[in-house]
């Protein structure tokens, strides 16, 4: 079975600063993708960014990376230089054969 | 806009009665999924197709709950006889299935409350 674990249930960040989100992961497949999410207040998942177990290199997209440390089962989420914007809540998944397994999330707030 | 569309965004009903959600998803994506999302917690799989197949079901679909694709397009989820613990959000997503990581693009949601 795969598990994902989101241990910050909220940050606090301030404009223009980078954050750290949290994730940690349990699986016994050998390969596997990790995937980050944002949700807004509108309920809407939006991807942001994904990285797949046999990838070399950290993924980046924009003003996001992952921190993926394969042997401690961790895909940290990296956002720098926060926006406004960025507040929302955000999960960690792993997908499976077919399906996301997600984690409990994190709520961002990001203040002026 | 050609994103996944889900009606409708809100239902509010009484114990006993039954509901049902639509999901379009993006046309050319040939497998859906539906998951449920409780306060507090990230989404949970529901059930999963390929066109109109329905490959994969949860221990959370109890037999209330059933999920059909006619026609590999649209999909609706019935649950009947509603309970107060059914309240939540249902997600809609499709995916191509072509994508070595099989990115899954989400729908608004259906919020349910029931009384």
């Known amino acids: 079975a795969q598990k994902i674990t989101q241990t910050q249930p909220g940050m606090f960040v301030q404009e223009k600063e980078a954050v750290t989100l949290d994730c940690t992961y349990d699986t016994s497949d050998p390969s596997y993708g990790l995937f980050w999410y944002k949700q807004p207040s509108s309920g809407e998942m939006i991807f942001l960014i994904y990285q797949g177990s046999y990838d070399q290199q950290n993924a980046t997209e924009g003003r996001y990376s992952l921190n993926f440390q394969k042997a401690r089962k961790s895909a940290n989420l990296v956002i720098s230089a926060s926006q406004l914007g960025d507040s929302a809540m955000y999960f960690c998944?792993?997908?499976?054969?077919?399906?996301?397994?997600f984690g409990k999330g994190t709520m961002l707030l990001v203040s002026p | 806009d050609t994103g996944v569309s889900q009606d409708p965004r809100h239902k509010i009903t009484k114990r006993g009665q039954n509901v049902t959600f639509r999901c379009d998803p993006i046309s050319e994506h040939n497998r859906l999924y539906w998951y449920r999302q409780t306060l507090g917690q990230g989404p949970e799989f529901l059930t999963y197709?390929?066109?109109?197949?329905?490959?994969?079901k949860s221990r959370l679909l109890s037999d209330r709950f059933s999920a059909e694709r006619p026609k590999g397009s649209f999909s609706t989820l019935e649950i009947q006889r509603t309970e107060q613990g059914d309240s939540a959000m249902y997600l809609c997503?499709?995916?191509?299935?072509?994508?070595?990581?099989?990115?899954?693009?989400f729908g608004p949601g259906t919020r349910l409350t029931v009384l």
């Open positions: 197709f390929q066109n109109e197949a329905q490959l994969e």
């Open positions: 998944a792993m997908n499976g054969y077919s399906t996301l397994t």
């Open positions: 997503a499709s995916s191509s299935g072509l994508e070595s990581y099989n990115e899954q693009f």
